[in-house]
């Protein structure tokens, strides 16, 4: 059983570009969420997808923008990157109806120059 | 808005012994998650533990016991017979029971020492 997949491993944007981060999640996991990771800190949620619509964004601008397929893939969209989007994009696979635990991908590690 | 502190910006244990990783959280519901991820220089978020608020035993799994304070609103992470690879960075997280995100701390790194 794959575990979630995230890609690309790291990528290396200049500002003002726009960057998609794919995800897939674990196997029989319909919901999926995003979190940013700057280092040194912890994960801060970006937003939630579930039945291919966002169910819940945290404190992010509306650069940060996502999609989910019907085969419950996800992506993230950044528009307009910042010097501060630097960090690591984790992708985490919820069951729905489960019991709250959060299985993380490996992450994105995206550098912005 | 809750929110999570970890005190302790990194922790250091001899190998075989035993650490206590601290964690304080801030919520007014009552019913919610608590949770004990590790992360090591992979960089995969793994989940070491979780405590369900309504529960009142602290969850134990192997090596790794919390202590759960829930007046307090303390949640701390005791790692016996400390391994080197136990080394990682540990973050503390809550999910409310009605909510979608986790709310994590700022996070512990942990060092071993052989």
């Known amino acids: 059983d794959a575990g979630v997949t995230q890609s690309p491993t790291h990528l290396i944007k200049t500002r003002g570009q726009q960057v998609t981060l794919r995800c897939s999640p674990k196997?029989?996991?319909?919901?999926v969420s995003w979190y940013q990771q700057a280092l040194g800190q912890g994960p801060q949620f970006i937003f939630q997808?579930?039945?291919?619509?966002?169910?819940q964004r945290g404190n992010f601008p509306d650069r940060f923008s996502g999609h989910q397929f019907p085969n419950y893939s996800s992506e993230l969209n950044v528009n307009a990157l910042l010097l501060g989007d630097s960090a690591l994009y984790l992708c985490?696979?919820?069951?729905?109806?489960?019991?709250?635990?959060?299985?993380f991908g490996p992450g994105t590690r995206l550098t912005v120059l | 808005a809750q929110t999570v502190t970890q005190s302790q910006p990194e922790m250091s244990v001899q190998e075989a012994e035993t650490v206590t990783l601290s964690c304080t959280y801030d919520?007014?519901?009552?019913?919610?998650?608590l949770f004990w991820y590790k992360q090591p220089p992979s960089r995969q978020m793994i989940l070491v533990i979780r405590q369900e608020a309504y529960k009142q035993q602290n969850a134990t799994e192997n090596r790794f016991s919390v202590n759960f304070q829930k007046a307090a609103k303390s949640f701390s992470l005791k790692i016996s017979d400390s391994q080197l690879g136990d080394a990682a960075m540990y973050f503390c997280?809550?999910?409310?029971?009605?909510?979608?995100?986790?709310?994590f701390g700022g996070g512990t790194r942990l060092m071993v020492k052989p």
């Open positions: 985490a696979s919820i069951l729905t109806g489960g019991d709250w635990e959060q299985f």
């Open positions: 997808y579930y039945e291919e619509e966002e169910r």
């Open positions: 919520t007014s519901e009552s019913d919610y998650y």
């Open positions: 997280a809550y999910i409310s029971s009605a909510g979608n995100m986790l709310t």
């Open positions: 196997s029989g996991h319909d919901t």
